[in-house]
């Protein structure tokens, strides 16, 4: 019974990444749209910034595999909170800061009260920011294992250019 939960869990979760893909599509498809100054392409656009912070969001909770066997686990010994730190609670802290960026600029393309835009997309990038900086810490005092970060990291330093962008380059 508990494999068939974890079966269906995996499954759910691969659909995930297949629909970020897809709203990944639609942001593109959006902002090609709206650069050619077509109608359609801001509706696309909120369609696929919104899609893609639910996204986001519920992978934050999905369970990560560090090890890919129980022998490989026996042979790197015992880990402690810095280990704990690096792969579990940073990555969740990393998908939920990048879903509340992104969260921040969709409500700034669909013009909402400006003021609450930038402190979502500050507050979002200020968890992002700090896990970054804890996260070099940590590599510098030689955690291993964090090659599972990648896909995460990719996606947090995208959006932090992004509403860097956004709050900083707003002004000029």
């Not at 969740?92 to 509340?100: E, M, P, R, T, Y």
């Not at 291993?144 to 002004?171: D, E, H, Q």
Request: aromatic share 10%; proline share 2%; charged share 15%.
């Amino acid at each position: 019974m508990e494999q068939e939960i974890t079966t269906t869990k995996d499954k759910l979760f691969k659909l995930i990444g297949l629909a970020e893909n897809a709203v990944l599509l639609i942001i593109a498809v959006g902002i090609l749209l709206r650069y050619k100054e077509v109608a359609e392409g801001k509706p696309l656009l909120q369609i696929g910034l919104a899609g893609t912070a639910i996204f986001w969001f519920i992978l934050a909770f999905k369970r990560r595999e560090v090890f890919s066997s129980q022998q490989e686990a026996n042979e790197f010994g015992p880990y402690g909170f810095t280990e704990m730190l690096a792969w579990i609670i940073l990555p969740k802290i990393l998908w939920i800061g990048s879903a509340v960026s992104m969260f921040g600029v969709f409500s700034h393309v669909t013009n909402f009260e400006s003021d609450g835009n930038i402190r979502i997309m500050m507050i979002g990038g200020l968890s992002v920011s700090i896990c970054l900086l804890i996260l070099m810490i940590l590599v510098l005092s030689g955690v291993k294992k964090l090659n599972m970060l990648v896909p995460v990291l990719i996606r947090a330093v995208t959006i932090l250019i992004v509403i860097s962008y956004i709050i900083f380059g707003m002004n000029t």
